[in-house]
């Protein structure tokens, strides 16, 4: 009996772990941004509970990253229905994800492809403003997304970038390029400039089609249909979870520009009330000096020393005088 109570608290804490450890982490990190579709081989997924086998239907937040070991490959739909293909020995994270489906204006979109090759579909992130903000960090440099659907990776012992729809800005330490449609360039490493672009031979092309490959395309399609309805729900709790972010900024940013006033508002009255010492310390002052001649004008209970010292300031006084009455 007491073993059956033991092993229920314990089954009990092992289901409560995840979600307390999800819990700790931002609002941001908590929200679902994703969902694996499909699993061929053997993937992880590295959360904020540890690292556990990647699986059909598995959720994705911010920061998860996703690997995949040799001959695997990862399918994954985000919500916005942006699609990533994971080639074998791939990593794959989303360091920033903002969406908004009623006002695209401020979505954006920041990714890591670590390691591997990779098949991308822009989804509404990257269409809902002519100038999206979507890029895609890689091995060699950054990758600027204009509604594309492209694929980068090494392919005969060079990174490649190529650019089935759409078009791309590549970007390394020594240069750019932009990458249309039909076109690819290859980069040797971040401190080399991308080559021009080019058309690909099929040759190529027929490698990349085989790295990406998935087994059951009807499958994963038919999966993508069957999530629309699903995703139109963690839409709405992304976009609940993202406009409560936004207030609580909001909230933070005020009280700063608050306490920053009332700070100014505190030196300035500091420093009036220096002022008004001073000038009053300077008052005192000249008083004090009005009434120092006023006792050298009196010649009652005065040292001799004191009234001669009276007597050459009124004869210096006097003497000003006179030569301003000259002067007139």
């Given amino acids: 009996m007491i073993n059956k109570v ?11 772990a995840p979600s307390a450890a999800r819990a700790a982490g931002s609002s941001d990190d908590n929200a679902v941004i994703g969902t694996i579709l499909e699993v061929q081989g053997r993937a992880t997924v590295e959360d904020a509970m540890g690292s556990h086998a990647a699986a059909v239907n598995g959720e994705i937040h911010m920061n998860d990253l996703v690997s995949t070991g040799p001959d ?27 969406f908004d489906p009623d006002d695209g204006s401020q979505n954006k979109a920041r ?11 822009s989804g ?18 950054s990758i600027g997304i204009r509604g594309t659907d492209m694929w980068c990776g090494e392919i005969d012992g060079q990174y490649g970038v190529m650019v089935k729809e759409g078009k791309v800005d590549v970007n390394t330490m020594a240069g750019s390029t932009t990458v249309r449609q039909g076109m690819g360039t290859f980069i040797a490493n ?4 991308p080559t021009s672009p ?35 729900q963690l839409r709405q709790k992304l976009k609940a979870v993202q406009d409560q972010r936004r207030e609580k900024l909001q909230d933070r940013r005020q009280d700063r520009q608050q306490k920053m006033q009332d700070q100014r508002q505190q030196r300035r009255e500091q420093l009036q009330d220096r002022m008004q010492d001073r000038m009053q310390d300077r008052r005192g002052k ?11 004008n009196d010649g009652t209970d005065l040292s ?4 001669q010292r009276a007597a050459q300031r009124q004869a210096v006084i006097q003497s000003l005088r006179a030569r301003r009455t000259g002067r007139r």
């Fill in 6 to 16: 033991i092993f229920g608290f314990l089954a009990f804490f092992v289901l409560l």
């Fill in 72 to 98: 695997s490959h990862v399918f994954i739909l985000l919500i916005d229905n942006t699609e990533w293909t994971l080639d074998q020995n791939s990593k794959f994270k989303v360091d920033e994800y903002v």
């Fill in 111 to 121: 990714y890591s492809v670590l390691q591997g090759a990779i098949d991308y579909v």
């Fill in 124 to 141: 509404l992130v990257a269409h809902a403003r002519p100038d999206p903000d979507v890029k895609i960090s890689s091995p060699v440099g």
């Fill in 190 to 193: 971040r401190n080399s400039r």
């Fill in 198 to 232: 080019h058309v690909w031979g099929q040759a190529k092309m027929d490698k990349i089609r085989a790295l990406i490959d998935l087994k059951d395309q009807m499958r994963i399609r038919s999966r993508v249909q069957n999530m629309q309805s699903r995703q139109l």
């Fill in 286 to 296: 000249w008083r004090q000096g009005r009434n120092d001649d006023d006792d050298d």
């Fill in 304 to 307: 001799a020393e004191q009234q």
